[in-house]
């Protein structure tokens, strides 16, 4: 009896120190693949990650599961198969770590802002960069919390650009200069990446507000202080300062500057920039019949590149949905296999510790029987998540009528899209400012409402109201917002033909 309380002691014991070895191999592991994803190297952070998460979940390490998850629908978002990174950040959120680790609700909040960025639904995103700011200030990590802001900022000022809205992104882009001041990050190459990256961002907005000499010197700050580290961004700056050539009108100085930009681009491999300069060279190039053979070859170089990363691209997409799919039989396989290894080693013990050994296992198959299960079905999930995009949707269209914003209209059309094209079948003419109001009255705003957002008076209101009757043929008795809501839930006809 005493040597079977030995081994039974030994067996009980044994776990615990195997499970802080795995752990501590798990975080190495994603230590790695967090530096892959930052470098772009998706497929090599992938392949890590995924290895993460087989280790976590056989030794249940759920810091490790949680990471894994975060990593994966990073690499997920960045090569566009956005869905499939919605699916992943969905597990992260229903975990019970989710709510202990802010730089997991940060990246999460991150995350999901680069793919409404990627539906064009601004407000959305902007909204996500917010959470994800707020979350940060709870990151006791300070190099990852110092980097969740940076990332916040950047983005934010980002997402302005892409409106043209110049003063928020000036603001924003000061916001994260004195961010920068605030915080020692010379020794970060990821934060430095972001610095280097800010004065070229600022040199290329003054570009395009015509202060050219302004814009020249944030491109010098820029190339001053790569030359204390990060020198991976020297082809950007010198595609903005060739940029800043062009829009001067010495073309031939802004050759000179994409060539050196192409050059350097060659040297660190950056594909998709080197097709884009390629580009640039030969637009410019082809307008003289001295160069135009040289332009000849930029575009062709531009052709075999471009239709190289669009094998490449799809090269990657295939492989990350094949090691998706992989995944579950392989985990099923190993698992399979370790329960065969265990089973033959306790069959040399004691028949009382072989029937213990055997039940102990069977629980716990039943428990990784649980896991893939949650693991094969997420439908449910993703339909949940969509339903909450749809409010949030629905909550900003409705803010952005309270605040009579030019936004307003495009992402009325894209919510409710059935509306806007019964609309134009009834009058194809429409004017912007007319689907505007019936837009209001679809919402069912009343008068008083309408002449609030609209800066009018309700006299203004009911005297077009009169008016969309009269042309619309509204009945008298109808209710105004509920004829105009029966275009979608009752069908239109067309009276143009009587």
């Given at each position: ?62 810091k490790g599961t949680i990471y894994s998850y975060l990593y994966i629908a990073w690499v997920l978002q ?253 985990d099923s396989s190993i698992r399979i296999k370790i329960f065969i290894y265990v089973v033959v080693g ?73 509306f806007v094209s019964a609309m134009r079948n009834l009058n194809p003419s429409i004017r912007s400012s ?65």
């Open positions: 009896m005493r040597l079977i309380y030995i081994i039974f002691l030994s067996i009980s014991i044994t776990p615990l120190f195997s499970q802080n070895k795995s752990s501590n191999k798990v975080d190495s592991l994603l230590k790695i693949s967090f530096q892959q994803v930052s470098e772009l190297k998706f497929i090599e952070s992938l392949k890590l990650s995924e290895k993460a998460l087989q280790l976590s979940l056989e030794t249940e390490y759920q960045e090569v566009g198969l956005k869905m499939d990174a919605l699916e992943y950040i969905q597990k992260i959120e229903d975990d019970s770590y989710f709510m202990e680790d802010a730089f997991v609700q940060a990246e999460t909040h991150r995350l999901k802002g680069r793919i409404a960025s990627s539906q064009r639904l601004y407000s959305l995103e902007k909204q996500y960069y917010l959470k994800q700011l707020e979350v940060s200030e709870h990151i006791v990590d300070m190099k990852k919390r110092n980097l969740s802001i940076t990332m916040a900022y950047f983005y934010i000022q980002h997402l302005y650009a892409k409106q043209n809205n110049i003063d928020s992104v000036e603001v924003y882009q000061d916001l994260l200069m004195n961010h920068f001041s605030n915080n020692d990050i010379n020794n970060d190459s990821i934060r430095s990446y972001y610095y280097i990256s800010l004065y070229a961002d600022k040199g290329l907005l003054y570009k395009n507000l015509g202060r050219y000499d302004e814009a020249a010197e944030q491109l010098d700050k820029s190339l001053e202080y790569m030359q204390n580290g990060n020198s991976s961004l020297l082809f950007y700056i010198l595609q903005v300062y060739g940029d800043l050539e062009v829009a001067r009108g010495d073309t031939m100085r802004a050759i000179a500057y994409y060539k050196e930009a192409l050059n350097h681009s060659l040297n660190v491999n950056i594909n998709h920039k080197t097709m884009y300069l390629h580009k640039r060279i030969s637009d410019l190039l082809i307008h003289d019949e001295l160069t135009i053979d040289e332009a000849k070859d930029h575009l062709r170089e531009y052709k075999i590149i471009s239709d190289s990363l669009e094998r490449h691209n799809k090269m990657l997409s295939d492989f990350i949905l094949s090691e998706i799919v992989k995944e579950k039989d392989e306790l069959l040399s013990l004691t028949i009382l510790l072989g029937v213990f050994l055997i039940f102990r296992n069977r629980r716990h198959k039943r428990r990784l029987m649980r896991k893939n299960r949650q693991l094969e079905s997420t439908t449910e999930k993703i339909e949940l998540l969509e339903e909450e995009l749809e409010s949030n949707i629905y909550e900003d269209i409705v803010e952005l009528a309270k605040s009579n914003s030019p936004e307003f209209l495009p992402l009325f059309e894209k919510g409710y899209p059935e007319e689907l505007y109001f019936c837009a209001l009255a679809y919402l069912n705003f009343s008068t008083k409402d309408i002449a609030d957002f609209t800066f009018v008076t309700i006299r203004a209101v009911q005297v077009r109201r009169n008016r969309l009757r009269k042309k619309y043929d509204i009945p008298s008795e109808a209710d105004f917002n509920e004829w105009f809501r029966g275009l979608v839930n009752e069908g239109f006809v067309d009276k143009s033909s009587n």
